[in-house]
T-cell receptor, first 114, second 112 residues
Framework: DAKTTQPPSMDCAEGRAANLPCNHS???????VYWYRQIHSQGPQYIIH???NNETNEMASLIITEDRKSSTLILPHATLRDTAVYYC???????????????FGKGTKLTVNP | ETGVTQTPRHLVMGMTNKKSLKCEQH?????MYWYKQSAKKPLELMFV???????ENNSVPSRFSPECPNSSHLFLHLHTLQPEDSALYLC???????????FGPGTRLTVL
């Protein structure tokens, strides 16, 4: 019951920017967009999250469209170690009696090629 | 990352064994979570603890028994498991419900 849609796979050349899209057309005003990634058989790693404004940290940038119905995660200079499954997740800002669980979909398998 | 640790990293057990998975967080968080990730399936939430109290049980069979003695430690006690319980078991923690969750490396469990 993931509320997001992502392409199943993408390729990127090492050193180039990786742009990972995510559609979340049913997002509501009190929901964040979160991004995690999971390298094979390891625990998911938090990358970044945002509400309305674009966000940047040491790992990535998050661009959210003005209507908030889609977003793009940007890895500015992809390395081989960025090869992973990237998950885009929508979750509420504060509980309204609902679950605290993160709903992971199938994500995008990003392969960074040398 | 050493914020959330899990032991053991790998575990093989028979269906009649009793074993426990351990999770410890060093982030000063108050909420802890158990997730299960079966092969080629999305992560599934199992249990949530807030301030040592269980606040969510996602219809998990009783052969999985969680324990949270304090806000830094979380256990998952296993008994009479089935081969289909083989999976990656992940622990996570957050400051409070709905804050950013940080995951441990997971325990790869194989039930023979």
């Amino acid at each position: 019951d993931a509320k997001t849609t992502q392409p199943p796979s993408m390729d990127c050349a090492e050193g180039r920017a990786a742009n990972l899209p995510c559609n979340h057309s049913t997002i509501s005003g009190n929901e964040y967009v979160y991004w995690y990634r999971q390298i094979h058989s390891q625990g998911p790693q938090y990358i970044i999250h945002g509400l309305k404004n674009n966000e940047t940290n040491e790992m990535a940038s998050l661009i959210i469209t003005e209507d908030r119905k889609s977003s793009t995660l940007i890895l500015p200079h992809a390395t081989l170690r960025d090869t992973a499954v990237y998950y885009c997740i929508v979750r509420p800002i504060r509980t309204q009696g609902g679950s605290e669980k993160l709903v992971f979909g199938k994500g995008t398998k990003l392969t960074v090629n040398p | 990352e050493t914020g959330v640790t899990q032991t053991p990293r790998h575990l093989v057990m028979g269906m009649t064994n009793k074993k426990s998975l351990k999770c410890e967080q060093h982030l000063g968080h108050n909420a802890m979570y158990w997730y299960k990730q079966s092969a080629k399936k999305p992560l599934e939430l199992m249990f949530v603890y807030n301030f040592k109290e269980q606040t969510e049980n996602n219809s998990v069979p009783s052969r999985f028994s969680p324990e949270c003695p304090n806000s830094s430690h979380l256990f998952l006690h296993l008994h009479t498991l089935q081969p289909e319980d083989s999976a990656l078991y992940l622990c996570a923690s957050s400051r409070a419900g709905l804050d950013t969750q940080y995951f441990g490396p997971g325990t790869r469990l194989t039930v023979l």
